[in-house]
């Protein structure tokens, strides 16, 4: 009686678990953000995931249960493994293949740069030089990139995985089935590393059903088959190099290390963060092995980035440098603002922000008053040269465009002052006073009224 109790209890954990997913899947299935900048869009966002959020809270506790019960049962009580391993992959398939088939990229969109990019590296255009927005090909594309004036970011090996993809998309395919077919390759990636997952715990005599608390998690659902994000192409690389690493060498000390320092090179060119599987790899191994696994690597990883990092004197590797850079300065920049706006308060759901800085500008309206200002020692001429001619030198090298040059002087005369000696001290108005005049400036230019027409029609920047 007590074994049939704990057969019951183990298959009602199950069918959970399975509902949860499946409960996931739906709720992806009718999910749409809306990406507008106002309140309304923000509170209709919040009603949109509450389905998926409480699908996801479901599939947790329900895999925290099947965690419980595999810490407290023998894997004999589970059945043939490879029956298991089959049950658990075709749930994960099919969970999968419905949330590639009935929804639309809503909580990232970041597959259609990838998109982008295939389509460029397969096209002969390298990915780094240029960003979507100074692209003049596949606009209905770039409409859907996000920051389309930042140079992309992802290294080699997804690169290549992008390219690979393109060319196996039919030519002319739409923007939303070109990612529906990058979201499959990079769940067919995903799949394979659960394949493997379920072979070594099957090798290993353990229960399989531990591979299910990845295979039935919401979170890979929703980010590699709902998003298409790459991470299901690094998983793969992970466990493979994992798994051949930890094998026993059957073929040669030299061609083991080859083998899984081959997809860690590989891994570390999709995420840099998986350089250090190989130290844990190399634990306890001969320098021979040491120098064998570095020297292959970097051999590995020259192959893949020289082609798209080193061509045009290096240039792509310097956008790469330059665009982490400006990410970097723009997140902290963007968390000092919002720190500012929230009064010092910590909000920790971004969908909560908007609100949040809301309410705070309607408390700091209360007793708000405006601020006299002091005057401000101007850098003056001297350093208003320096600027144009760092703005000129730029433009040289190909980094900037004529009318950004332009631009970029009226900036520089507001910040220095113009043409006016060192020190000379400007109040609030002189300084707004400069900024009519830059404006009106460039308002007169045809290369400026182009660019608003342009984002008008197109919804993204000119680059002229």
């Known amino acids: 009686m007590a074994g049939l109790r704990k057969h019951i209890l183990r298959a009602i954990v199950v069918g959970w678990a399975i509902s949860s997913l499946a409960a996931v899947a739906a709720a992806l299935a ?101 960003t979507p927005a100074e692209q003049q090909h596949h606009r209905e594309l770039v409409a859907l990139v996000n920051n389309p004036t930042m140079h992309t970011v992802y290294l080699p090996t997804s690169q290549w995985v992008f390219a690979a993809t393109a060319l196996a998309t039919p030519r002319g395919t739409e923007a939303q089935a070109s990612a529906r077919v990058f979201r499959a ?24 059903w531990w591979a299910a608390l990845y295979a039935w998690h919401p979170l890979p659902l929703a980010e590699i088959a709902g998003s298409g994000h790459q991470e299901g192409l690094g998983i793969f690389l992970l466990v493979a190099a994992i798994g051949l690493g930890t094998t026993v060498a059957s073929s040669g000390q030299w061609l083991h290390t080859t083998r899984w320092t081959v997809f860690v090179a590989l891994g570390a060119l999709v995420k840099p963060m998986f350089l250090p599987v190989a130290a844990f790899l190399l634990k306890g191994r001969t320098w021979h092995a040491w120098v064998t696994s570095v020297c292959i690597g970097a051999a590995v990883s020259a192959a893949l980035a020289a082609p798209l990092w080193l061509s045009e004197g290096g240039r792509p590797l310097g956008n790469l440098f330059d665009q982490i850079e400006r990410t970097r300065v723009r997140n902290r920049s963007a968390k000092r603002v919002v720190q500012r706006l929230c009064v010092f308060r910590f909000v920790m759901n971004r969908d909560r922000l908007l609100d949040t800085a809301a309410d705070a500008i309607s408390e700091m309206a209360k007793s708000y008053a405006t601020e006299k200002r002091t005057p401000l020692a101007m850098p003056g001429r001297n350093v208003w040269q320096e600027m144009i001619e760092w703005l000129e030198k730029a433009r040289s090298k190909g980094h900037l465009t004529p009318h950004d040059v332009t631009t970029g002087s009226q900036i520089a005369m507001i910040v220095t002052g113009g043409n006016i000696d060192a020190g000379t001290m400007l109040s609030e108005d002189d300084i707004c006073a400069l900024e009519r005049k830059a404006f009106l400036k ?18 993204s920047p000119l680059r002229n």
């Open 442 to 459: 460039l308002a007169r230019t045809n290369e400026t009224r182009a660019r608003i027409v342009h984002m008008l029609e197109h919804g």
């Open 30 to 130: 009718v999910l749409e953000i809306d990406r507008t900048a106002s309140l309304e869009a923000s509170r209709a966002n919040i009603a949109a995931l509450w389905p998926f959020w409480l699908a996801s809270i479901s599939g947790w506790a329900s895999l925290t249960a099947v965690w419980l019960l595999l810490g407290r049962t023998p894997p004999a009580a589970y059945g043939k493994p490879f029956l298991v391993a089959g049950v658990i992959l075709t749930v994960a398939a099919a969970a999968r293949v419905a949330v590639i088939l009935t929804h639309e990229p809503a909580l990232s969109d970041d597959v259609y740069r990838y998109v982008l990019d295939g389509r460029n590296t397969a096209g002969g255009i390298n990915p780094y030089l240029l």
């Open 185 to 208: 390759v990079m769940v067919g990636f995903e799949l394979a590393a659960i394949s493997l997952v379920l072979l070594a715990l099957a090798a290993s005599g353990r229960s399989c």
